[in-house]
């Protein structure tokens, strides 16, 4: 029997303890921090109103939070899964602009006109117009959004603060790791199980 070829392993066995390790990554490190996030975004609507933060930060995901929207101000739409779409009204403010949700429509050219004036609601994320390839390059932080509680004239009421909308995938990623990591040690096994075959040996009768 020829023995198993020492590189060809060698890399196999590295990427499979690679593979574990990322997959145990996840699954004690990355698993665990996802889970203490998601019950600090559950508690924030019941912790104190705040201003709202004009700067990224997602630990304010969900807060009580009130604004002053001043003119000039645009309305754009953008989509909203089941609820159909969203207008959001870009405002003036004095250390650059705040974005607002007023409402939901499923009328796909719905327009509002809205003054502007005191807002008060939750904060939350508003749209990212990148792509999925865009940022996992662009590590820039995603800028926030004021949902209002009441939404303006004519249009449906926003949701309300829900953590099921907050992707928790690191238990999946480290299943798949780990089955990454079977696989390969399966396949390269089979493979040196045909390099090596099974010699019968068979007597004959005279």
């Avoid at 912790?47 to 969900?62: E, G, N, T």
């Avoid at 003054?115 to 904060?123: A, E, H």
């Avoid at 992707?167 to 089979?190: E, K, T």
């Amino acid at each position: 029997m020829r023995r198993a070829p020492v590189l060809p392993t060698l890399i196999v066995g590295l990427a499979v303890a690679a593979m574990v390790a990322l997959g145990l990554w996840q699954l004690l490190d990355r698993l665990p921090k996802k889970q203490a996030y998601l019950a600090q975004l559950a508690a924030n609507p019941a912790r104190p109103v705040i201003a709202f933060p004009l700067f990224p930060d997602d630990s304010l995901l969900f807060r009580r939070t009130v604004a002053d929207c001043h003119p000039p101000i645009t309305i754009r739409r953008a989509g909203a899964g089941a609820a159909g779409f969203r207008l959001i009204a870009t405002c003036a403010v004095p250390q650059g602009s705040l974005q607002v949700q007023l409402g939901t429509t499923h009328d796909p050219r719905k327009e509002v006109a809205w003054p502007g004036g005191r807002v008060s609601g939750y904060v939350s994320h508003a749209p990212d117009s990148r792509s999925l390839i865009e940022s996992a390059f662009d590590h820039r932080p995603q800028a926030m959004l004021l949902v209002a509680d009441t939404p303006a004239a004519g249009l449906e009421s926003n949701p309300r603060p829900d953590t099921d909308g907050v992707p928790n995938n690191h238990l999946a990623y480290a299943i798949q790791w780990f089955l990454f990591a079977a696989i390969a040690a399966i396949i390269y096994g089979l493979a040196v199980a045909r390099r090596n075959p099974t010699v019968v040996v068979t007597g004959t009768r005279r």
